[in-house]
């Protein structure tokens, strides 16, 4: 008798939303997606005052997280200021794996080669994953980070579900009145699309 | 090292269902996805593809010139 498996995956992406990451940001939906997991976000979060409680129940929620530091440099609005969202976030994924009996990994991604040993030397001895700010980066990384034999999906397989998504964005992008893909209906709504692009895709 | 994964590999459904979009809308998704693509298009279900093997007709095999032709 077969023992039925377990649901799918969850990944948390801690990711910069801003106009110059959205081909890395549909990327990470494509590759985490092309593995059979489902993508989380802290996009789906309404703004609101319990939404650190809800970021930490997000990253509870999830198997995995990847949290993408490639984008620590100052912003252009005035007052010029770095980000903190994403490794602050990356701190909260940390001490839940820490602290929680249930099962979270996390891995870090990065830009630039040896970058992080400056910006965030706490993680000395963590390897993070090099994508080189590349849409074929992000899907050799996720390659290196993840496993499933059987249905490991090629860095080809993972480009045709990235390119099935940028065909579709427009469409939902319409249909959500939206100008941005960083909104909570724009991001479901498209990993939906990838999912059924790698049921497909990935044989 | 490498993460082995262990859970099962979502469907478009699943993936709906966890992030809370409605079953209609995740219909009306998968099949936006299917129709504008031509990797994924279905027809009543099975997989469209363009180098479908078609049977002769029973003329065309009369027809047919040589032992390999003959044979099928």
């Known amino acids: ?203 | 090292m490498k993460v082995l994964l262990e859970g099962r590999f979502s469907s478009a459904e699943e993936t709906a269902d966890v992030l809370g979009v409605s079953s209609s809308r995740a219909r009306e998704l998968v099949s936006l996805a299917r129709s504008n693509s031509p990797y994924l298009a279905r027809v009543n279900g099975k997989r469209k593809t363009s180098s479908k093997k078609r049977t002769p007709s029973a003329s065309r095999k009369r027809r047919a010139r040589g032992k390999t032709a003959k044979a099928r």
């Open chain 1, 1 to 203: 008798v077969a023992r039925p498996q377990k649901p799918a995956d969850k990944v948390f992406l801690n990711i910069p939303y801003d106009e110059k990451f959205k081909r890395l940001f549909l990327a990470f939906i494509a590759g985490v997606s092309a593995f059979g997991m489902v993508p989380r976000a802290t996009l789906e979060i309404p703004t609101s005052k319990r939404r650190l409680e809800r970021i930490l129940g997000l990253i509870g929620s999830c198997q995995f997280s990847i949290h993408d530091l490639g984008r620590v440099e100052l912003d252009r609005i005035a007052p010029r200021t770095p980000r903190f969202n994403m490794p602050f976030e990356l701190g909260l994924s940390v001490a839940h794996e820490k602290t929680k009996q249930q099962k979270h990994e996390w891995f870090v991604c990065e830009s630039k080669r040896y970058r992080i040993g400056k910006s965030l030397s706490d993680l000395d001895g963590t390897d993070p994953f090099i994508h080189d700010g590349r849409i074929e980066g992000v899907f050799r990384e996720l390659g290196n980070i993840f496993l499933r034999p059987g249905r490991q999906p090629s860095v080809q397989q993972m480009r045709r579900i990235y390119v099935e998504l940028r065909r579709n964005l427009p469409i939902v992008l319409h249909h959500a009145g939206s100008a941005t893909p960083y909104t909570a209906r724009v991001f479901r709504e498209l990993c939906v699309i990838a999912s059924t692009a790698a049921d497909n895709i990935v044989i």
